[in-house]
Structures are given as structure tokens and as C-alpha cells.
């Protein structure tokens, strides 16, 4: 009797033994189960970031070209409307590279002789931008081919959005400063003053630079030719102490969007005194546009809204 318990003793302990066995061996098969899910995850997860750092879509531009016509900070200088003047051709640069100094360098008191010049920080995702343009494109473009100022423009991505419009934007007038530097201001104006927070996507940016001004830009569009160099003009921006668009210095001081024309023209008409220019374009600028209300768009600082995209282009 005493073998037949030991026996059944034994057996019983051989199932749960077994029992016990079979459970961890369900336990590796879930775990295995979940670890190959969980890595095929991380590799859709992995091909996907390739795919959007590849296409522009959402990717990180930390390094890449310069238009030829950008300045050390990444302006570009209008002498006229339809022409830019020589840039520092800049080459490849790195976004995180920004030049060192308080103020844009382009900030700097006008000496007598010198036309005044006019810096304007602007985000084609800024409705106050938007409005700016509006009032003052024609005015300034008399001014510019009166030659009675030389006007330069910083286009930053201070604006965020999941399609990553500023700096799609951004990126298309740059394309459009290398390509076709008679269109560079019509272009911007164009975009920027159309914006009424219907972003535009990267197709229809193409389509306008095709259709109004005869330029193929498309592929420089498509393919985030300048987003490190965008990235390079809001970070220098940025580290500059413009915080919010649009920033407006007329010489070395810096105004309000709504109080900026007054100096200008102050400016205009003691150069065009300087200069001997006979305009009639200062007088009727003068009475053609009171100060505007247009105020200005404040960001965060752009930590990720330079050199790495967060959103996905279009």
C-alpha cells in the first residue's frame, strides 16, 4: 500500500510539474508573440521616420545649402523690386552655427548719402505678415524702384503647424531668391499677403511661382532644398532677439509695425535731400497711406521649429 501511494504521490507531482511546465512555455509564446509585434513597430515606426526625413515630410535640417544671394544672417537685400544684391554665398551651413551679436547686423545708422534701408523679419504663417504686405507691397516697391531705399527681408518659421507651412513657405522663396531673382519680392508679397490662415501646400506654392511668374520651382520645393538654411534664419533670428513678425528696423531702429512708415519716410526724405532726387512718389506715399493697426504675431522660442519639424509637409 504503502508503494502505491508513494507511486501516486509521484505522479501527482509529475503533473503539476508538467502543468507548471506547460504555463511558462504559454508565457514564452505570448512574450514571444508581443517582442516580435513590438519590434515590427518600432521597424514600421523607423521606415516611416526614413520616409518623412527622405520626402521633407517632418524632417530634422539641421545642414545643407544657402542661396548665393543670402547675406551672413540670411536676408536677402532688394536694390530695386526686381533685383537682389550680391549675397555672401554662404555655401552649406549648419543651423545651429547662428552668427554671434546683439541686433541683426543689418541694423546700423544710415551715413548721408546712403539710401535708407529697411529690415523686415516676417512668417508667411503670421497673419499680422499678411496684413503688412498688404498695405505696404506697393509703397515699398515705389520706394525700391525710386531708389530711395534698399529693403531686406528675413523669412523665419517661428509659427508651428502640422503641416510645417512657415517653413515650407520659407523654404519656396528662398527657391525662388536662387532661381529667378526678379520674382524673389512678388513672389514673397504674393504668398504672404494671400495668407488669411488657409495654409498653402507645397503643390499650390509650386503652381503660383509656375503660373504668375513663369519659374519651375517645384522640385526645389518638394525636395526642402533650403529647410536648414530657413532653420539657420530663425535660430540667428532668434539668438538676435526678434521674438515676435513681423519685426520691422528702419537703419538702427527698430519699430512697431504701425509705426515704422513715419521714420521711413523721415529717412526717405532727408536722403532724397542728400541725394538731389526729385520724387513725386514721396509726397504721394506720404498721402496715400496713414499708419495702419497691422500689430504683430509673438512666438516661442523656436527650439524645434528651426531645425527639426515636428508636423508633417504638404
Known amino acids: 500500500m504503502a508503494r502505491n501511494t508513494t507511486s501516486a504521490g509521484a505522479r501527482e507531482q509529475a503533473r503539476k510539474l508538467q502543468q507548471e511546465q506547460e504555463r511558462k512555455q504559454k508565457r514564452q509564446s505570448l512574450l514571444l508573440r508581443i517582442g516580435v509585434v513590438g519590434i515590427a513597430v518600432i521597424a514600421v515606426v523607423a521606415i516611416a521616420l526614413v520616409v518623412l526625413t527622405r520626402d521633407g515630410n517632418g524632417g530634422n535640417y539641421t545642414e545643407g545649402p544657402a542661396p548665393a544671394a543670402a547675406t551672413d544672417e540670411g536676408g536677402f537685400v532688394l536694390t530695386s523690386g526686381t533685383e537682389l544684391a550680391e549675397g555672401a554665398d554662404l555655401g552649406t551651413i549648419d543651423a545651429e552655427d547662428t552668427p554671434s551679436g546683439d541686433g541683426p547686423a543689418s541694423a546700423q545708422p544710415r551715413e548721408e548719402g546712403q539710401r535708407p534701408h529697411l529690415t523686415i523679419f516676417t512668417d508667411a504663417h503670421c497673419v499680422h505678415c499678411a496684413n503688412f504686405e498688404g498695405a505696404y507691397e506697393e509703397i515699398l516697391r515705389g520706394l525700391l524702384d525710386e531708389e530711395l531705399i534698399t529693403l531686406e527681408y528675413r523669412s523665419v518659421s517661428y509659427l ?26 512678388g513672389y514673397l508679397s504674393n504668398v504672404t499677403a494671400n495668407y488669411q490662415g488657409q495654409e498653402i501646400n507645397n503643390e499650390s506654392l509650386a503652381a503660383i511661382a509656375q503660373d504668375s511668374y513663369g519659374v519651375d520651382i517645384e522640385s526645389c520645393i518638394n525636395d526642402a532644398t533650403y529647410r536648414a538654411f530657413v532653420a539657420y534664419v530663425s535660430n540667428t533670428a532668434w539668438e538676435q532677439g526678434v521674438s515676435g513678425t513681423p519685426t520691422i528696423y528702419v537703419d538702427d531702429s527698430q519699430y512697431e509695425p504701425n509705426t515704422f512708415f513715419e521714420a521711413l519716410m523721415t529717412e526717405v526724405s532727408e536722403y532724397a535731400e542728400e541725394a538731389g532726387i526729385e520724387s513725386d512718389f514721396v509726397q504721394q506715399a506720404e498721402e496715400q497711406l496713414d499708419a495702419e493697426d497691422i500689430g504683430q504675431s509673438e512666438a516661442e522660442a523656436p527650439e524645434d521649429a528651426g531645425s527639426t519639424d515636428d508636423g508633417e509637409d504638404e
Open 160 to 185: 508651428q503647424s502640422r503641416s510645417n507651412y512657415s517653413a515650407r513657405a520659407a523654404n519656396a522663396f528662398a527657391c525662388m531668391a536662387d532661381a529667378s531673382p526678379e520674382n524673389y519680392k
